[in-house]
């Protein structure tokens, strides 16, 4: 079956509003499994510092469970790199992260960070895990993954989508400019954060982009309609976006 655009359904906000009450519902695995069967290419989860979401007993049941892929979002540090080590999942994401932050509000910044992140990346490298970078659309950037050794980037989207008329515009342009560079420089490109129904067209239209990670719009849709529909729905609607921009991968 061809597949011309990977989708790495994020489950932090189930367990957000598991936690919210405490208890053992809604279960993140749960919601895994169903991301699973509606045709998800992987799942992601972040396992932050103050375990706001995401505990250390949901990723442990992901790894022993999941039949797909799990992209392990974590902070650089000491306390996370031992978990991956760990767990070895298939693929760690490096975010930033602050505690007062609600949401991760912007890319990491590879560049400015180089020296610190350069021995955690080498490591996981190391240890047989394929290490990406959450970052800003900036050439800058992406010239200090190359030269941190880091074979996958993904773009932050969060200012497109929260964007309108001409400053959408010109943020989607730095996603594409952006895109276009990763690809000279032989970085496997994801994007990622905000994406809807309405601004995940655009993005996966890109065809030098492999990879979508979405999350807080499927939970909030799952309210509405479930969330193998809203999953279904997104896949159906990033098929379309790429298959008329020429573009095809296989799964």
Do not use: W
């Not at 693929?91 to 912007?106: D, I, S, W």
């Not at 420089?185 to 993005?203: I, Q, R, Y």
Request: aromatic share 4%.
């Amino acid at each position: 079956m061809k597949r011309d655009l990977r989708l790495g359904v994020n489950i932090d906000h189930v367990a957000t509003i598991r936690n919210a009450r405490g208890g053992g519902h809604p279960e993140p695995l749960r919601a895994a499994k169903v991301a699973e069967a509606a045709g998800a290419d992987g799942i992601t989860a972040h396992l932050r510092e103050d375990r706001r979401h995401i505990s250390d007993d949901d990723i442990a049941q992901l790894m022993a469970s999941l039949e797909v892929p799990l992209n392990f979002e974590m902070a650089a540090t000491d306390e996370m790199y031992d978990i991956a080590l760990r767990h070895n999942p298939h693929a760690v994401c490096l975010v930033p992260e602050k505690r007062e932050e609600r949401t991760t509000e912007g890319g990491l910044d590879a560049a400015g960070g180089f020296d610190h992140l350069a021995p955690y990346i080498s490591a996981l490298t190391d240890a047989g895990i394929r290490v990406s970078l959450f970052i800003e659309p900036d050439t800058k950037q992406l010239e200090a993954a190359k030269k941190l050794g880091a074979p996958v980037v993904e773009l932050h989207t969060g200012a497109y989508c929260d964007a309108a008329g001409q400053e959408q515009d010109r943020q989607f342009k730095r996603i594409v400019e952006a895109a276009d560079v990763a690809e000279k420089l032989d970085l496997e490109c994801h994007a990622g954060h905000g994406l809807t129904f309405d601004t995940v067209g655009p993005v996966a239209g890109i065809t030098t982009i492999v990879e979508l990670n979405i999350g807080h719009f499927l939970v909030g849709e799952a309210i509405f309609g479930g969330l193998e529909s809203a999953i279904k729905r997104m896949r159906a609607l990033m098929d379309k976006a790429r298959s008329e921009a020429g573009g095809e991968r296989s799964a």
